[in-house]
């Protein structure tokens, strides 16, 4: 007798129907597996196999990164929330502030008027004449 061994047989991405592909995806959007755990559980040999069935067959948008999805921000509370939306706001405040400084000064300095121009003197419309 031959003594049993484990052998490894490596599977394509062609040998998972469609209807795993489905189920696979749909535990791993419910929470109930990650998808590395998923990999591990039904012996997926492919790295991003599974991501590739989240991106294609999900119903979640990749489009955005992860940083900007709503799942990294729900752990934070209303004052965090609060606190965090204020110092954005006085950083563009100084932003805007450090801007129009500059403008001034290429403007004084230099003779460089970075300033918007009316929309009649862009588009070469004649100007109005004050009454």
Partial sequence: MKPSSAISVKRTQRDY?????????SQVEKG?????QAQEHYGIQGRSTV???????????????TEHSLMSK?????????????????NLEMKNMIYGDMVELLKNE?????????LAERSGLPKKKAR
């Fill in 17 to 25: 129907t469609l209807g795993f592909k489905l189920a696979v995806v």
């Fill in 32 to 36: 109930e597996l990650t998808y590395k």
């Fill in 51 to 65: 991501l590739t069935w989240l991106r294609k067959h999900g119903r979640l948008d990749w489009t955005l990164p």
């Fill in 74 to 90: 729900s752990k934070e509370t209303r004052a965090q929330k609060i606190k965090r939306l204020e110092k954005q706001v006085s």
């Fill in 110 to 118: 230099y003779g460089i008027d970075l300033e918007k121009k009316y």
